[in-house]
């Protein structure tokens, strides 16, 4: 007569929902005369041109992005026209 061995194993499986952190937005904007960067609903100071507050949204953002996060960085033009700029130093 054979003998029969029954093996059972138990298995746990934990589902893990991870929610995404909502995207950082820098926006470079003409406010009160000046190009500023409005981020987290505050505009920075003045800057001396659009580029210098190009270059300062995207200092910030760079140092987000090493943090972790997920940043966007728009030029909001006087005529009224959105672009999304890139983190890396070549022009838009």
Do not use: C
């Not at 589902?15 to 820098?26: D, G, K, N, Q, W």
């Not at 100071?45 to 997920?70: E, K, S, Y």
């Not at 026209?81 to 070549?90: G, I, M, N």
């Amino acid at each position: 007569m054979e003998q029969l061995s029954i093996v059972t194993e138990t298995v746990s499986v934990t589902t893990v929902t991870v929610e995404a952190l909502p995207t950082i937005t820098y926006d470079v904007v003409r406010h009160r005369g000046s190009w500023r960067v409005l981020h987290v609903g505050k505009h920075s100071a003045p800057h001396a041109n659009q580029q210098a507050a190009i270059d300062a949204a995207v200092r910030a953002a760079t140092q987000d992005v090493a943090n972790g996060r997920t940043v966007a960085v728009r030029l909001n033009r006087t005529d009224g026209q959105v672009f999304d700029l890139p983190l890396s130093a070549e022009p838009a």
